[in-house]
Structure formats: structure tokens, C-alpha cells
């Protein structure tokens, strides 16, 4: 069964760090980018991060540069999302999703989610 | 950043109707678009990637359409199970994957 399972989520005082994780499972996850994206509370959803089949490349969405590292251990299946220097606005229900093979850039697998509240 | 913009931001349609979603980028993303619809509580699932190719699985009577700047998602039949948000994304200009901002369908 193809899938991605987010775990790591919780709850944060400001300033502080979190690292999610998000484990692939039922395809060659070395064979794909994947990405994290987000969605606050009520909102909409906002990609955060994307790295490359083999992590060699990483981008950021502007709101997370130099907070937040994207990271994955293609031996371990999995990808990360180091958190640091959290705030308020980080709150939301963090993604992570896969594009690529032939899908135009599609997210065409996604995880369940799990939650980032950022209170103090 | 390519802006991508959805029309309306919420609807309320009756079963068997033929509903309408647009999605207009800021710029020509040529067919580089996607449609994604999402339930309360649940992750976004893709409907249609590349304008219109309909990802497997999908009900035929979800259909997508359109190029360049403006696009639009087609149900040609609402069913109950269609009640949730809709969401369109720009896959030309990577790697920002802009969002539209969704739109809330309803069954009336």
C-alpha cells in the first residue's frame, strides 16, 4: 500500500524546535522529490519545502528560509523537517507530499497530517 | 511568484447539477495545473493533474480544462460525496507551488 505517515507534531513554546518525520512506504521513495506543505487553522494550503529525489537540492518557501531544514535518509525511507526559531504563524497541520513520476508536478501521494501549535 | 486565483470562493449547488470551478494564474503556466479537492479533517486528494488528466480513481464526472491562464473544474453531476473544498495549483514555476486560496462547495 503506497503511503506516507507523518509523526513529530505537538505542542511548542515560541522560539523554541520541533522536528517532524514523515516515513514512505508501497513505492521507491528514492525516486521521488517530496515535499512539505502546510495549513493553518481555517486556512488554505501553503507549500513549505521541496527536496530532490536524492537531496541534493532543497528550496524554501520565503516565510521558513533559515528556520526550517528539509532533510531525508533514502536508506530509512524517510523524510524530516527540522523546526527552528518557531512562531505563532507556524501553527498548522504540516504535509508531506510526493510529485513527480510523470504526474506534471502533481502531489499525487500525501500523508494524514499532523499538528504544530506554537503557544506559549 | 505566480498568484493563482479561484472563482467562486464558495458555492451551494444541488445534487445531479453541473458545477464550476475557475482558476485563473497570473501568468501562463501553460497546462502545468492541478486540481486537488480536500474534506474536513482530511488530506488534499488529487483529482485532476496536468489541466485535465484525470488521476486514477477519480469519478469520470470530474473533468479539467483549459490552458495558459485560465482553467476550470468541471463535476457534471454532483453527488453528496462531492460536498468539500477545492483547490487549484500551479506546477510550472517551480519550486513555489502556489495554491489557489480554494473554493467551498455545498450541497444544498
Known amino acids: 500500500q503506497v503511503q506516507l505517515v507523518e509523526s513529530g507534531g505537538g505542542v511548542v513554546q515560541p522560539g523554541r524546535s520541533l522536528r517532524l518525520s514523515c516515513a514512505a512506504s508501497?513505492?521507491?521513495?528514492?525516486?521521488?522529490?517530496i515535499h512539505w506543505v502546510r495549513q493553518a487553522p481555517g486556512k488554505g494550503l501553503e507549500w513549505v519545502a521541496l527536496?530532490?529525489?536524492?537531496?541534493?537540492?532543497?528550496y524554501y518557501a520565503d516565510s521558513v528560509k533559515g528556520r526550517f531544514t528539509i532533510s531525508r535518509d533514502n536508506s530509512k525511507n524517510t523524510l524530516y523537517l527540522q523546526m527552528n526559531s518557531l512562531r505563532a504563524e507556524d501553527t498548522a497541520v504540516y504535509y508531506c507530499a510526493s510529485s513527480g513520476g510523470g504526474y506534471y508536478g502533481a502531489f499525487h501521494i500525501w500523508g494524514q497530517g499532523t499538528m504544530v501549535t506554537v503557544s506559549s | 511568484d505566480i498568484q493563482m486565483t479561484q472563482s467562486p470562493s464558495s458555492l451551494s449547488a444541488s445534487v445531479g447539477d453541473r458545477v464550476t470551478i475557475t482558476c485563473r494564474a497570473s501568468?501562463?503556466?501553460?497546462?502545468?495545473l492541478n486540481w486537488y479537492q480536500q474534506k474536513p479533517g482530511k488530506a488534499p486528494k488529487l483529482l485532476i493533474y496536468a489541466a485535465s488528466s484525470l488521476q486514477s480513481g477519480v469519478p469520470s464526472r470530474f473533468s479539467g480544462s483549459g490552458s495558459g491562464t485560465d482553467f476550470t473544474l468541471t463535476i457534471s453531476s454532483l453527488q453528496p460525496e462531492d460536498s468539500a473544498t477545492y483547490y487549484c495549483?500551479?506546477?510550472?514555476?517551480?519550486?513555489?507551488?502556489?495554491f489557489g486560496q480554494g473554493t467551498k462547495l455545498e450541497i444544498k
Open positions: 501568468q501562463s503556466i501553460s497546462s502545468y
Open positions: 508501497g513505492f521507491t521513495f528514492s525516486s521521488y522529490g
Open positions: 495549483q500551479q506546477s510550472y514555476s517551480t519550486p513555489q507551488y502556489t
Open positions: 527536496i530532490s529525489f536524492d537531496g541534493s537540492k532543497k
